[in-house]
């Protein structure tokens, strides 16, 4: 019965860990998709800009 107990709380470790882990990857995947839409938004921003500077000196 003991052995029993200390297995499911090694089971349960484990997977609290492994949410953890699934976590912390889920964070970094988020802060990398936030990086490169800022990025995408200035170039954006950066092209537009240079098209009304365009414009106005046409």
């Known amino acids: ?3 029993e107990v200390q297995a499911a709380e090694v089971v349960i470790e484990m997977v609290m860990v492994d949410m ?3 976590e912390v990857m889920v964070a ?3 802060l990398i998709l936030v990086t490169v839409v800022e990025e995408a ?3 954006v921003d ?7 500077v365009d414009m106005v000196i046409k």
């Open 20 to 22: 953890m882990d699934f």
């Open 46 to 52: 950066q092209d537009m800009e240079t098209k009304v």
């Open 28 to 30: 970094i995947m988020v």
């Open 41 to 43: 938004m200035m170039m």
């Open 1 to 3: 019965m003991v052995v």
